[in-house]
Every structure is written in C-alpha cells, then in structure tokens.
RNA sequence: GGGUGUUUAGCUCAGUUGGUUUAGAGCGCUACCUUGACAGGGUAGAAGUCGGGGGUUCGAAUCCCUCAACACCCACCA
C-alpha cells in the first residue's frame, strides 16, 4: 500500500496551495453568475497573525468556499490596514532604538522611514492567511494608503466638506500626549482608577470667608476662570456676584450660578477650566468666560502656568499641592474611584484638550444606518443582540474627530492662505487649491507658497469605513464593472470590539455612496481566550503562536480545533486539544480512505442484504445530515454544521457504514459497491472540504487523477435530495438491537468471533434491517416465536421486541432478575408520568391533538414493555 | 449610574415560537477489547433536583417576577 497509515499535513499543505493559485480557483472576475462577495476586515499592515485573526479568517474561508462550491462567483477580497496611529507608533519606537528622534526629521524623512518598514514587513500577514488555507482573489489585495485608495479617502472628505457636513471646531477633544494626537471617543478607555479629591480653600474677595471647592485635579487651577454654584443652593446664595482669588495666582475669578452645579457632591462649589474639561467648557460659553489653556501638547505646563512652566501634568500636581499646604488652603484629601481616560493604543491618561480639528457631522449619515439594521431589516446580525449595542451607540452618536495629529496616513486635503478661522479652501491638490483660493479671495497675485497644507492626517478609520467600496473602486468610479457586480458584498465577520469604529461606519458610508446597504450579514466572532478565560494577549503571554500550531497540528486541524467551540459572539476558550480533535479526525478519515482503497474489487460477486441495507440507510443519513447542515449555514451556525459533519463521517460513515460494507478478511468486494462507496466517501469530502479544505483536496485527488476543472476545491456542493425518516428510525432500532447483543457478549465475555443464535418473542412484526443485525452482531441466525423452552440464556428488550439470546453459561437469575427489576421500574414510572397527563381533564381538553395521540403512543408502549418484563421476570 | 447578555453532566456548549419517551452533544473520565483502516483505534458505562425562590399554564430548561453570581457595553458628576 502506498498511502502513508498516518496523516502528515506538512508535505502537502504547501502543494495543494499553489496548486489552487496555479489554476486561479480563487480568482474572481463579474461573469453571469451570481456573486457572493466577503471584504476582509483588514489587519495592521505590519500585523502578525494572531488566534482571532485565525478564528476570523477560518470562518470567512469556510464561507466563501462553500458559497464557491454552490456555484456562486466567490469573491473574497483581501488587504491591510495602515493603522496610522499604531504603525507611526511602532516606527517612532524603532526610530528611537536607533537613536532618531521623530522631531528631528522632516515629514518626507520620517513617510520614507515607515514606508520603508511597510514593505519590509507589510503583508506578511497575508502569507500567513495562505498558511491557513485562506481562498482569497490576491490579484485583488488592497492596502488602504495604496494611491487608488488615497484618491478615494480624499475625494470622500472633499465631497461631505461641499455637502457641510465636514467642518472645522474649536472644541474639547481627547488628547494622548505621549502620540501627540487627538483621538476619536471610540479611541478613548475609561479605566476605573483610585485617585485624590482634593478639598481646596479659595478665598472670596473682600471678605474672610473662603469657600471649598473639591476636585480631582489640583493643577487645572492655574487654568481657572470662574468658580461655580447653583442658584438654588443657600449655603452660597450670599455669595452671588461676587469673586474669588484663584489660589497661588493672582487672579480673581468671577462666581457664577448654573444649576449644572450638583449640590450634594463634593462642596457643592465647582471650580470652572473651560480649556481643560468638556462640561467646563460648556459653561464658559453659557457664561462667556476667559479661556486659559495651561497645557504644552506633551502635557507639560506651558507659560501660562507661572513657576509650574516645564513640569509634567502630574509632576505640577503634586507641586501644587504642596504650595497649597504651606498656604493652609488644603482642607483635606479624600481617597476617591473614578473612571481615568486613558488612549487605547499608547495606553497614556487622556488630556482633554481644546484645539481647532476636523469633525464629521453623524446625526444626517447615521438615520438610514440605523433603519437598515434596526427596521427594514436589510441587513442582519449574528448574535441578534449586538442589535441593542448598535442602537444605543447610534441613537446617541456624536460627531466624528477625524483629524490626527500624526504623518502616516492620508494628509487632510485643506491649504491655509492666512491666519483667520476660514482663511482656507479645501482641494484635491495644491494647483486646485491654488485656483480656489485666488476665487475665494479675490486676489489673483496668491502662489503655491502663500498655501500652506494642513499638517494632519485624517482617523485610519476614515479609509476603512470605505472599504467595501473602495476595494472595487466604487468611489472614484461609481459606475465601473466591478462595483456594480460586487456590491453590497454577502457577510462580514468581525469583533464586536469594532461595532462602532468601524462596522457601524460602513455602513453609513454605504448608504451614503451606494444608497445601499455594504453587506448582508454581520458575524460577529467572540474573543479568543485561554482556558482560564483570560484574554489571551502579547502581554500575558498566554497566546499560542499561531504559525507554531499550524505546524503542529496541521492547518485543517487548527481550523476545526477553533470552530469545534465557536458559537457566533460568544467567546471561545482557547485548548490546544481542540486542535488535536481536529488532527485525530483528518487521521480518521485518511484512514477510511486507506481501508477503501486496499480492498480488492471483483465484478462477479453478489452482493450481500446487508450491504443493500446499509447503502440504503446511509443514503438516507446524509440527506438529512445535509439538509440539517445547510440550514446551520443559514443561521451561521458553523460550529453546529462541522459538528454534524463530524458525526456523519467518524459514526455514520466509518463506525457504521464501512464495518457493514467491509468484506471479511482477504476477500474482494463488488465492483459496484465499491463505486457507491467512493461517490459517498466523495460526497463527504464536499461537505468536509470548506472546514478542512487541505485533507480533502488531498484525498480527492487520490480517490482518481483529476483534471485541473476537477478540483475539489471548485467541485460542486451536494444538492439536497428527498429521505425517508423511517429508514432512519428502523436502522435505530437495528442499532440498539445490535448494541444489546454487544452488551450481552460484554458481560458473558464472548468473543466477537463467536457467532450467536438470536430469538424475538412472536411478535408481528420482523426485525428492521435483519442482515445488519446479523452481520455487526455477529448472528448466525435469527428465530420468530420466542426463546426455546429449557435453553439457558439472557432476554433483553428493545422497543416492543423481545429478544432471546441462549449462553451456554450458568445464568445468574439474580442479576438477571434485579436487571429486570430496573428496567421495571423506570417503565412503572414513566408509565405513572403518562397517565397522569392522560386522565388529567384540563391536559386532554386544552392540548393539542398530535400532542394528546403522542403521550397515548407512549402509554400503549410501554404497557407492552411491562408486560414483556413481567412475562420474562416469572419465566425465571 | 444606565444597559445587554450569561448561569444546563468534570470541561466547552446545543436545546430553534412551552409538549417527540423522566434533558442532549463533543471532549474528558471508568471498565473491557484490540497483531488485517486508524491505540490519534473499538465496545460499553457512569455522570445533571437545567443558578436560588416565587408565579403563569393541562404542561416550564423554555414565558413572567424576584434574588444571586459572572461577563461585556455605554455614560462629561467635579
């Protein structure tokens, strides 16, 4: 025999990759059928494959593969992300280790630097998705700074500028010091932490009195404009319309009364920094306060911050204080949980910060996003509860910062011409902008030097909610081949950590350029965590390194391993032995393949009822297993579907069918069941080969020289064919008998070689699928009218059969008999159960029909068992 | 502070508009078997008062109320 007797996926997981890559199988161009479209959520150019990016691409693979065996034009678009905030941060690190500092290079320096790491490391994480059996159209790989995208992105802002719904605010953003940047809310972590409220003394002008104002941040102080109270408070209603000294500055600040104020928290009495907190803000517009900003961009004290000039926000604070104590103006310091802000990606405490940025207005874009998903039904969601996270998010969306402070990334299409708040003009290019401005000022004399282009880039997240268009270059060309065919893609499987970012984006985006919908179905994956159900992470070190498993296991193991417990959303806890599952199952079926293969076929043998029989059943099996699979498809019920799948092909298929059909040792089999059994096993190869997508290519291949239009991998999905569930029931009943006589050999230890003599008690009916029953129980014959008188032997029951099997040994009627007794027992009870629904008036007036005739099924059953238990229990 | 979920066998989870024998699967566990596909195998078995309490109903793991634990999301109370 030529076939190996153990599986080994290294040797030919390679070779069937570029065997598909060869053929173009995954290539996909508009034609005549209908497409079935997946954009990748597209990771961090310079990513490596981690286990979510592994659990997310298996299902999309698993997908698209299925919808490329139904027919389907299958078109899975891959690329990466630029990520701007991540990777400018990852290359300023690896700046500094070489002892470059980012601020001393000039923007062109630094752009040449990253994009020179982004080709040294960009895509491996493509590779790495190849690794894994990924079926993606690669002629279409994208990178969202690719120039066709970047075209795209900025024609995208130019145009919601013209509409107004861009615009330039001053306003209170999220800042992150250490990245120098603004983020978005969504960027923003709220962090319980224990930090101080400090109760602070500010004395009223004129007067010995000092009110106490109690706050968490001390060195915001020197930032202060106003202190606050509420107009309806009488602790402090003497103090309206006056002022109070600003402790450690010289100035004085006005009181002023807003009901914003809460009276019972703190002293009641609320120190105002308009620059230094969004609600501060609000106030000082409400009551025109002077606006102090005491912050450097790194967080540092800035000039206006008297002797605190140059120290760190935190550094300031603990200064500040300590004045204060030598003033005798610290009341006391009280321990105190809040939520700290702080940057998911640097991870440093968010400085709120005010400053002129770009900001996307929602509330227009979002209505439709929220009927799509939230009325009309257009598109769906798996689990259905993320319908509730959507909702709550865009009923309540604010608008959107989409400007950052940072090089890498798509440069903000605004030249500035002067100083003033619209000395600007937004343009595709500096020439454009050049003719815009002269329009917009008049002044024909303007040059390309007077324009000056704004110095940040827009949020990574302004390219990717493009992204199901742009890859088909819906933007630039609304109306190309291309977009027309694809769009609105099928599925997106993602996190729901993305909902918002991004998922929810898209689809604004998409009815805003598409006036459509970007996908069908959202899936939403749930984390990947360890078995101790901590989220497995770099930084824990809990994460298995992805490629090392594939190495292991193979990668059609690792893919069944990781979708063996994945229901959609929920969390999967991560088990190596999962993948060792799925590695024993590809050993299971090779083997299979290799019991087929070395058996010898011969044309002019008969062929046996039991091999009729069984072929019959297992026809019928994988009807339903089929219909049952499919429907889980619908519902993205994929760890459901491979489950099924599993069953059909370790019980149905090998434990059941192949020990039925084997021919005894040596001997040949018939040609044409032979042939049934390759087309079944084929069969099982279709249904198997999105989830294992490497053995089965594998085995088909073996099975018979295919031509290259014979792939597995773009073979045809089996379509589903009619089957009789009582074929199914009777083989059950078969089966249970069959069990019964291995039982009976268990416990009187018989051999399996020796063949048995079987009695059924003289029932009406024959036994269902006798020469299975004869074959996998190994019985030489079976006898109607009930066990011979004064034969030694064991009874047992099945449904409404008796059977008899004699033994040569002594039976023990003790055994015997308290097995009865149990058997009789559970019947007694169950029957008690039944009847007590049947002589219940309420249950036989107010239940349904089929429900009532069902219970008196099970009533006459098992009064029939009792009987036959109590015949046998006096028999002895 | 608001919201959304989860809680079923040792573990991970199904249980689909309440009714198909007094709850299922995979893994694990126990016993035995196994030199003819596979020990990465086979056969069988044990194992759950469906988180607690209350209610609706002829009937509840399934619907309602309540309590508890856990998880996640959202929020500008200094």
């Known amino acids: 025999m030529e076939i190996p007797s153990k599986f080994s996926p290294q040797t030919i997981e390679s070779k069937w990759y570029e065997y598909w890559q060869k053929n173009n199988y995954f290539k996909s161009v508009p034609d005549n059928r209908e497409p079935y479209t997946i954009v990748i959520p597209p990771p961090n150019v310079t990513g490596v494959l981690h286990m979510g990016h592994m659990l997310n691409n298996s299902l999309q693979d698993i997908i698209i593969r299925r919808a490329r065996m139904r027919g389907y034009n299958a078109c899975w678009v891959p690329g990466t992300d630029h990520a701007s905030i991540a990777t400018e941060a990852k290359v300023v690190e690896k700046l500094k280790e070489e002892g470059i500092e980012k601020d001393d290079l000039t923007r062109e320096a630094f752009l040449e630097y990253a994009w020179d790491w982004t080709n040294k490391y960009g895509g491996v994480i493509l590779e790495q998705l190849k690794k894994l059996g990924c079926s993606c159209d690669w002629d279409r790989t994208k990178f969202t700074l690719d120039p066709d995208m970047y075209e795209s992105v900025i024609k995208v802002f130019i145009d919601l500028y013209e509409k107004g719904q861009i615009y330039r605010g001053f306003k209170i953003v999220n800042w992150d010091p250490k990245a120098q940047t603004t983020l978005s809310d969504e960027e923003v972590i709220y962090k319980e932490k224990t930090g101080k409220l400090y109760y602070i003394a500010y004395q009223v002008v004129g007067s010995n009195e000092k009110v106490i104002i109690a706050t968490t941040r001390p060195e915001t102080l020197l930032g202060d404009t106003a202190v606050c109270i509420n107009p309806n408070d009488d602790r402090f209603i003497h103090l309206k319309g006056k002022h109070v000294w600003v402790p450690l500055t010289k100035r004085k600040v006005p009181v002023i009364e807003d009901e914003y104020v809460t009276m019972d928290f703190g002293t009641g009495c609320l120190k105002v920094t308009p620059a230094h907190d969004l609600n501060d803000k609000a106030l000082g517009e409400k009551h025109n306060l002077e606006i102090i900003d005491i912050f450097n961009s790194d967080a540092t004290i800035n000039e206006k911050g008297l002797d605190y000039e140059g120290m760190d926000r935190f550094e300031a604070r603990k200064k500040i204080i300590k004045d204060l104590e030598a003033y005798g103006s610290v009341v006391k310091i009280e321990s105190h949980i809040h939520k700290v802000g702080t940057s998911e990606r640097t991870n440093e405490i968010i400085e709120p910060r005010l400053s002129y940025q770009w900001f996307l207005k929602t509330d227009n874009i979002s209505k439709p996003a929220i009927e799509a998903v939230l009325n009309s039904g257009e598109i769906d969601m798996f689990p259905e509860k993320f319908k509730n996270t959507y909702r709550h998010w865009m009923e309540n969306i604010r608008d959107w910062n989409i400007s950052r402070q940072l090089w890498w990334g798509h440069r903000i299409p605004v030249y500035y011409y002067g100083d003033g708040n619209e000395d600007f003009v937004v343009a595709v290019s500096s020439q454009k902008a050049l003719l815009k401005a002269k329009e917009k000022t008049n002044n024909q004399n303007l040059t390309l030097s007077d324009l000056k282009q704004d110095e940040d880039v827009l949020d990574t997240w302004f390219s990717s909610w493009l992204w199901p268009i742009s890859v088909f270059d819906g933007i630039r060309n609304p109306k190309n081949s291309d977009v027309e065919y694809y769009y609105p893609t099928q599925d997106l499987v993602t996190g729901p950590d993305i909902i918002f970012f991004w998922v929810a984006r898209m689809i604004m985006s998409g009815y805003e350029y598409r006036k459509e919908k970007p996908f069908s179905n959202i899936y939403f994956t749930g984390l990947v965590r360890d078995k101790k159900g901590q989220k497995m992470s770099k930084q824990l070190g809990n994460s298995p390194d992805a490629l090392k498993l594939i190495d292991i296991y193979g990668a059609d193991a690792v893919r069944v391993g990781l979708m063996l417990s994945s229901a959609a959303g929920n969390d999967l806890l991560f088990d190596e032995n999962l993948c060792q599952q799925g590695k024993n199952f590809a050993n299971k079926i090779w083997n299979a393949y290799r019991l087929i293969e070395g058996w010898k076929i011969d044309e002019n043998i008969n062929v046996s009822s039991s091999t009729k029989e069984a072929l019959k ?260």
């Open 617 to 876: 059943w297992y026809k019928n099996k994988f009807e339903k297993t089929l219909v049952f699979v499919d429907e889980n498809f619908e519902k993205y019920r994929i760890s459901e579907a491979l489950m099924s799948i599993y069953k059909l092909i370790w019980e149905d298929f090998c434990s059941w069918l192949l020990e039925l059909i084997k021919p005894n040792y040596g001997q040949p089999i018939n040609i044409e069941t032979y042939n049934k059994i390759i087309v079944l096993f084929e069969n099982n190869l279709r249904l198997l080969h999105p989830f294992m997508p490497f053995l089965t290519e594998e085995l088909w291949h073996f099975i018979k020289n295919r031509k290259s239009n014979e792939a597995l991998a773009i073979s045809s999905w089996p379509s589903i064919n009619e089957f009789d569930s009582n074929t199914l029931e009777e083989f059950e009943k078969a089966k249970e008998v069959i069990v019964g006589i291995r039982n009976f050999r268990k416990e009187k230890n018989i051999s399996f070689k020796e063949k048995i003599d079987l009695f059924v008690s003289k029932s009406s009916s024959i036994l269902p699928f006798e020469a299975s029953i004869m074959k996998l129980g190994v019985v030489s014959t079976i006898s109607y009218g009930g066990a011979p008188k004064d034969v030694f032997g064991r009874s047992f029951r099945v449904g409404t059969f008796e059977l008899f099997i004699p033994s040569n040994s002594l039976e023990d009627s003790d055994t015997e008999r308290r097995k009865i007794n149990e058997e009789l027992t559970y019947a007694k009870g169950f029957l008690a159960s039944v009847e007590k629904k049947l002589l219940n008036k309420s249950f036989v007036s107010n239940a349904p029909e089929d429900i009532i005739n069902i219970e008196r099924k099970k009533m006459s059953d098992i009064k029939q068992k009792i009987i036959l238990l109590e015949k046998s229990l006096s028999a002895l």
